[in-house]
């Protein structure tokens, strides 16, 4: 079975247009922060690893404060826009998962650009803080502390079907996530 979960996390790596964009070259972002992240965080390939954090954190968007569902690479600039509600939550915990696992806090003081206005570099921190800033001021439910359900679910099947569900639903998938996140960040 490790056999298969190495495959997949380096097929999300190597051949991404197979599974995320069928006609380009993108990565999911909550893809490639899952399978091939926690693949080189287990191997102990923390050059890599880092390399792609920043790879992800320089596709934020300060206009949304957000990642986009998926982002092309290398010659292309296209991206997804709107993401599921979960996709914020990614980046950060595979940030805190990196530093826990490789000890590296000089991370946070790399600067990178931000996909819609790649002239302004800030440090990683800052693009944490810009996230975070988000989900505490768009993403929770009154003084609920829970997430809102925002873009959806990652099963496609699960989305909204209107504008004010996105306000007012919650999801327990996002939420454990949200929690697992925030340990992490905690923690590191």
Known sequence: LSYWYIHNALVH????????????AAW????ICQGPMEFFLATG???L???????????????TQEWPQWFMFDRYTHNAGECHGDVIFWPLKALADYIRASGDISILGECVPYLD???KKEAVLDHVLLALKNI?????????????????????????????LKKNLVSAWTEAL??????ALSKA
């Open 13 to 24: 790596f190597l051949v991404p247009r197979g599974l995320e964009q069928v006609s380009g």
């Open 45 to 47: 390939n923390h050059t």
């Open 28 to 31: 999911g972002t909550r893809d």
């Open 136 to 164: 505490r001021e768009t993403r929770l439910i009154g003084d609920t502390g829970l997430i809102t359900y925002a873009g959806g679910d990652w099963d496609d099947t699960l989305q909204p079907a209107s504008e004010e």
């Open 117 to 119: 206005a790649p002239e």
């Open 49 to 63: 690893a880092r390399d792609v954090l920043l790879h992800i954190f320089a596709h934020q968007e300060v206009s």
């Open 178 to 183: 949200a929690y697992h996140t925030f340990t």
